[in-house]
Nanobody, 117 residues
Framework: QVQLVESGGGLVQAGGSLSLSCVVS????????MSWYRQAPGKQRELVAL???????EYADSVKGRFTISRDNAKNTMYLQMNSLKSEDTATYYC???????????WGQGTRVTISS
């Protein structure tokens, strides 16, 4: 059973930084495409960033230049470095993993990020 555990959320002032982590177990981490999604209250879940098994990255336009996704296969861990945070970044952030593009995403429980203005 694939398990994903996020950590690192919290409350930070606008303009500040946070780093999220996602530890994965129950699968061969290096073979999974990994992603971060977020969901703000009353809004749909949206893709924030994605990293493939070959370290190819994609970002939502709203976070380009501010967020950096990375992975450490030796530690079965994915990261999201978030800089220059804005109030609109307030959301619950979820990590997700999938081994194959045809598979559904496996999800973590989420970690709350709140940006105060």
């Amino acid at each position: 059973q694939v398990q994903l555990v996020e950590s690192g959320g919290g409350l930070v002032q606008a303009g500040g930084s946070l780093s999220l982590s996602c530890v994965v177990s129950g699968t061969i981490f290096s073979t999974n495409t990994m992603s971060w999604y977020r969901q703000a209250p009353g809004k749909q879940r949206e893709l924030v960033a994605l990293i493939t098994t070959r370290d190819i990255t994609e970002y939502a336009d709203s976070v380009k230049g501010r967020f950096t996704i990375s992975r450490d296969n030796a530690k079965n861990t994915m990261y999201l470095q978030m800089n220059s945070l804005k109030s609109e970044d307030t959301a619950t952030y979820y990590c997700a993993a999938r081994n194959n593009i045809l598979d559904p995403w496996n999800w973590g429980q989420g970690t709350r990020v709140t940006i105060s203005s």
